[in-house]
């Protein structure tokens, strides 16, 4: 059964840089799934900020692109997450899931969800 | 971007009740839609993806339907452990989104 373990500070400073790694156990991080990063905040709930596959191919949330880059390390069994520029707004419980796409000859294509989280990291910005 | 909206907000009921939950999209998400549960201080979990295919492990009380634009979770009858928030999320395009989520609360 796969699991996902996010670490790294639980502080950071403003301008400064956010840098989290989520180790995946009991599987391979090299399968056709995307490893994605979401937070949460109270204020505006649920935010996907962006995924990786193996491969390296990555997709990123529009509004924070500018500031993010994931990248995976298939020798450790993890992915990163980079946030440059942090501020104030940036202070949430940040996730790692694993999502991604099936497909069978019945069904064609179809959603898989995020169907493993890790517990969640809180991340506060602050001086 | 494609704007989830759930609906209500908040939905009291009782255990035992039956509970709609509603979740319309700004444009098509064809059957890529999840729905999520979340308990305070815990992460979310997956209760039902691709619009109605019910997670191994999530009782059969819990079911999705819907396709395109406006997609139902509903609860048949609610047990304590359903009080909780409610979240559904696509991944039809970029940037991947979620609705704002229903707050089941006891009555």
């Known amino acids: 059964q796969v699991q996902l373990q996010e670490s790294g500070p639980g502080l950071v400073k403003p301008s400064g840089t956010l840098s989290l790694t989520c180790a995946v156990s009991?599987?391979?991080?090299?399968?056709?799934?995307?490893w994605s990063w979401v937070r949460q905040t109270p204020g505006k709930g649920l935010e996907w900020i962006g995924e990786i596959y193996h491969s390296g191919n990555t997709n990123y949330n529009p509004s924070l692109k500018s500031r993010v880059t994931v990248s995976v390390d298939k020798s450790k069994n993890q992915f990163s997450l980079r946030l440059s520029s942090v501020t104030a707004a940036d202070t949430a419980v940040y996730y790692c899931?694993?999502?991604?796409?099936?497909?069978?000859?019945?069904?064609?294509?179809?959603?898989?969800?995020?169907?493993?989280w890790g517990q969640g990291t809180t991340v506060t910005v602050s001086s | 971007e494609i704007v989830l909206t759930q609906s209500p907000a908040t939905l009291s009921l009782s255990p035992g009740e039956r509970a709609t939950l509603s979740c319309r999209a700004s444009?098509?998400?064809?059957?890529?839609l999840a729905w999520y549960q979340q308990k305070p201080g815990q992460a979310p979990r997956l209760l039902i993806s691709d619009a109605s295919n019910r997670t191994t492990g999530i009782p059969a009380r819990f079911s999705g339907s819907g396709s395109g634009t406006d997609f139902t979770l509903t609860i048949s009858s609610l047990e304590p452990e359903d009080f909780a928030v409610y979240y559904c999320q696509h991944r039809t395009n970029w940037p991947i989104t979620f609705g704002q989520g229903t707050r089941l609360e006891i009555k």
């Open positions: 444009q098509s998400v064809t059957t890529f």
């Open positions: 899931t694993r999502d991604g796409l099936g497909f069978n000859k019945d069904r064609g294509v179809y959603y898989n969800g995020m169907d493993v």
């Open positions: 009991g599987g391979s991080i090299s399968t056709s799934n995307w």
